[in-house]
């Protein structure tokens, strides 16, 4: 599997953007898929995943409320679609995906993004 994020830019504090990570290889209607982000200087860390037969989220503490993750798996497209941004939340930002729920919870993903950057300006 191949994913491809996209999405990321420049926006002002309490903006909006929409990321997207689209795959090719294979259907990620039976992948867990999930968010992450590295901010500059600091480790990468856990944003949010989606389960693939529930449709289950979870999202770390610090963006609840202001994100959300979805797919369309019509479009073999998973998304994370944040809102009030902060500056915080300025990060490269990646999309993983695995068939294990655990293991891509933890930060494994037999499937990375190259990454797009998001930067929130003050």
């Known amino acids: 599997v191949q994913l491809q994020a996209s999405g990321g830019g420049l926006v002002q504090a309490g903006g909006s953007l929409r990321l997207s990570c689209t795959a090719s290889?294979?259907?990620?209607?039976?992948?867990?898929m999930g968010w992450f982000r590295q901010a500059p200087g600091k480790e990468r860390e856990f944003v949010a995943v989606?389960?693939?037969?529930?449709?289950?989220?979870y999202l770390r503490d610090s963006v609840k409320g202001r994100f959300t993750i979805s797919r369309d798996n019509a479009k073999n497209t998973a998304y994370l679609q944040m809102n009030s941004l902060k500056p915080e939340d300025t990060a490269v930002y990646y999309c993983?995906?695995?068939?294990?729920?655990?293991?891509?919870?933890?930060?494994?993903?037999?499937?990375w993004g190259q990454g797009t950057l998001v930067t929130v300006s003050s």
């Open positions: 993983a995906a695995d068939s294990c729920y655990s293991r891509i919870l933890l930060g494994g993903g037999d499937y």
């Open positions: 290889g294979r259907t990620i209607s039976t992948l867990f």
């Open positions: 989606l389960t693939w037969n529930e449709g289950s989220t």
